[in-house]
């Protein structure tokens, strides 16, 4: 661009004489240095007037600003942001440009597993499976999403997987010692049974879990003590050791054996458990058993059983059915779990020495002035029989041994 006539190619700055260095802005990019007052002074031999193509100078002190070679007016220093106090004709080279819009985010992937298609199990279903089994909301959920919401496909798909970690948990906990536990007296009709399961701590014992263990031999030894098609003259009675009674069926609303039944319990409640033995009286008419259980505890969902610490089963023949009899049946099973013979005897036996351990040459418990004998003569009644069952009993003697 040429430049006007008078005035020189490069202009002259001169600041004022008060301007001190704390005033002056600083200097941005390469043009020149400008201050917040300044004046533009004219080469001499000019009047003062306007200039050529009418415009006037900005007057002295004027904050305007000052005509440069390009003829463009200075914006005020003051009024601009910090990035643009330059040189007017140099201001492109100072704005900050906007550079190229961000890419638009990418979208994540969704993976969309099988289980997300299937619809969540109702809770009217959970509640019924969870009453069903006593299994946790979670494991019910679990079987619910597993078998497409079908109660009676999870109910079996809980079972086979308590099994499985009962079973695994038993193999652990196998060859611990079992003291504690609890016998089982259940009698129905014409049999009677007495059970006993063990367990490690008599806490479990308490527990309603065992307690329904319990219930379930019960019903199986009962249940095959009532399948033995016998024409029954007399009284039989039958004893089930370890392995006899965990093969036994569980039952009609239970799949598999006993010995199923006691890998879910282990699974459970965490402690080893045994089936330790059984024993069952099935009587004719003209006989009748007399049972008693020591500390019995009842229970509204256990139904008929009775559970304690002993047992025991008086078989008795007498000629007429009397309503002393159940009285009777039971003061007689006090004899036997408090007494402990070993034998029955004959009432031809005299008391002391060998006869000690016969029971009807003993002292009458409740009355010793008597002998048991003495006692059941005069009720019509001739004991024939007895099974006495103590938990833990032959834990205790293996020690001893």
Request: aromatic residues 6%; positive net charge.
């Amino acid at each position: 661009m040429i430049p006007s006539p008078g005035f020189s190619s490069e202009p002259t700055w001169r600041p004022r004489p008060e301007a001190h260095d704390d005033d002056a802005p600083r200097h941005v990019g390469g043009g020149p240095r400008l201050l917040k007052t300044q004046e533009c002074v004219r080469p001499a031999g000019r009047g003062r007037g306007r200039g050529r193509g009418g415009r006037a100078p900005p007057r002295r002190g004027s904050p305007v600003g000052c005509q440069g070679p390009t003829g463009h007016r200075a914006a005020s220093v003051g009024a601009l942001p910090r990035g643009l106090r330059c040189c007017p004709s140099r201001r492109h080279l100072c704005t900050p440009q906007a550079g190229p819009p961000p890419p638009p985010p990418r979208p994540r992937p969704f993976h969309a597993g099988p289980w997300l298609w299937s619809s969540a199990p109702s809770k009217d279903a959970l509640v019924k499976l969870r009453r069903r089994t006593g299994y946790s909301f979670v494991n019910c959920k679990k079987a619910l999403e597993a078998c497409g919401g079908d109660l009676k496909q999870a109910e079996s798909w809980l079972h086979k997987q308590a099994q499985k970690e009962g079973w695994s948990r038993a193999a652990k906990l196998h060859g611990r010692k079992t003291k504690e536990g609890l016998i089982g007296l259940l009698q129905d009709g014409n049999a009677t049974v007495l059970v006993e399961v063990n367990c490690e701590t008599d806490f479990v014992s308490r527990n309603l879990k065992f307690q329904q263990l319990v219930q379930q031999v019960a019903l199986g030894t009962l249940l095959h003590c009532q399948n033995l098609k016998d024409q029954l003259s007399t009284y039989s009675k039958g004893f089930l050791n370890s392995s006899e009674l965990s093969e036994l069926p569980a039952g009609p609303e239970k799949e598999g054996c006993l010995k199923d039944q006691l890998a879910l319990a282990i699974g459970k409640l965490g402690e080893n458990m045994t089936l330790k033995r059984a024993a069952w009286v099935k009587v004719p008419a003209g006989f009748y058993v007399g049972s008693y259980v020591h500390g019995a505890m009842h229970s509204s969902s256990l139904h008929n059983l009775e559970l304690g610490k002993y047992g025991a089963l008086v078989v008795c023949e007498t000629s007429e059915r009397k309503a002393s009899l159940e009285d009777l049946g039971r003061r007689l099973g006090q004899h036997v779990v408090g007494m402990a013979p070993l034998s029955v005897g004959s009432l031809d036996d005299e008391p002391g020495g060998e006869a000690e351990t016969k029971m009807l040459s003993q002292p009458y418990l409740l009355d010793p002035s008597i002998t048991l004998g003495q006692y059941v003569q005069p009720q019509g009644v001739s004991v024939v029989d007895f099974v006495r069952f103590e938990c833990g009993e032959g834990e205790e003697a293996a020690e001893t041994e």
